[in-house]
């Protein structure tokens, strides 16, 4: 299926059901918002490789499920309905093609949303997709985490940090940690090698800070495959010598 491609009354019910399965209730504009995000995914992704997954089931269940089975995860953490809260300070880290910072936005519109990430074509996209989806309370920065979280604007900013297929965790920790605020949570989506990762990254969360919550195993409809959720609280402040620049966090993990 093309960008250009009609799709029939039923389309996005690949997503509602998988949604639902996960206690997430999407109305019909909802589903509209996620419909026009596969399209203007689709067509870009023409012109600019964005994803390689572009199938429209499966980027229904690969992107948009696999991103919403955070939000559940995060609610249950902060006490709150499905929605969040008003006004709650999102910042999506590595974010590529907007997961899963985009599908959360559109199941909980009312959480003040920024988009990061370092590539100039995806940036680009970001902002033309929010312009598209019309999201209020939603901007795109373009940087380096490893930077940005060493600005005051940025440091300690955020109530919720996310990242999803960004980095091994020893290394995602120090781009996330600085930005989260105290008392706030990462929010780190990872795949069958979770466990072991957690293990290697210990020392380096409570180093930067961060005390682990959860390390939680993700049933996420139509998607096969082990998923994990890693919830860390931000406890103490994190040491004023990181993040370290150069790309050091990357290529000298802390241990």
């Known amino acids: 299926m093309t960008a250009s491609t009609p799709l029939s009354p039923d389309a996005m019910s690949l997503l509602v059901t ?8 999407l109305s019909p504009a909802q589903q509209a918002d996620f419909e026009r995000y596969y399209h203007e995914l ?19 269940a690969k992107h948009f499920l696999d991103s919403l089975a955070g939000l559940p995860i995060l609610a249950e953490e902060l006490n709150l309905p499905l929605t969040l809260k008003p006004g709650l300070r ?7 093609a907007g997961f899963p910072g985009v599908p959360l936005k559109l199941a909980a519109p009312d959480i003040q949303l920024a988009l990061m990430d370092g590539t100039g074509k995806k940036v680009r996209f970001l902002e033309q997709l ?6 209020a309370d939603t901007s795109v920065i373009q ?36 930005l989260v605020r105290l008392n706030g ?28 919550v959860r390390l ?25 010598d990181y993040p370290r620049g150069q790309g050091l966090p990357r290529r000298r993990p802390l241990a």
């Open 90 to 96: 999102l910042v999506d880290v590595g974010t590529g």
């Open 143 to 178: 940087g380096r985490a490893e930077e940005l979280g060493r600005k005051e604007e940025y440091r300690a900013a955020f109530d919720v940090v996310t990242a999803r297929a960004v980095a091994s965790l020893n290394t995602l920790v120090e781009y996330l940690l600085p």
């Open 216 to 240: 939680a195993p993700l049933d996420v409809p139509f998607v096969e495959g082990r998923r994990f959720i890693l919830l860390i609280r931000k406890v103490r402040a994190t040491p004023g």
């Open 130 to 135: 929010t312009q598209a989806l019309a999201l």
């Open 18 to 25: 998988g949604a639902q399965e996960m206690g997430i209730s």
């Open 185 to 212: 949570l990462a929010l780190i989506y990872k795949g069958p090698s979770a466990p072991q990762e957690f293990v290697d990254a210990r020392s380096a969360i409570q180093m930067l800070g961060g005390d682990t």
């Open 42 to 60: 689709a067509e870009w992704n023409q012109k600019f490789n964005l994803t390689s997954i572009t199938d429209y089931e499966d980027v229904q």
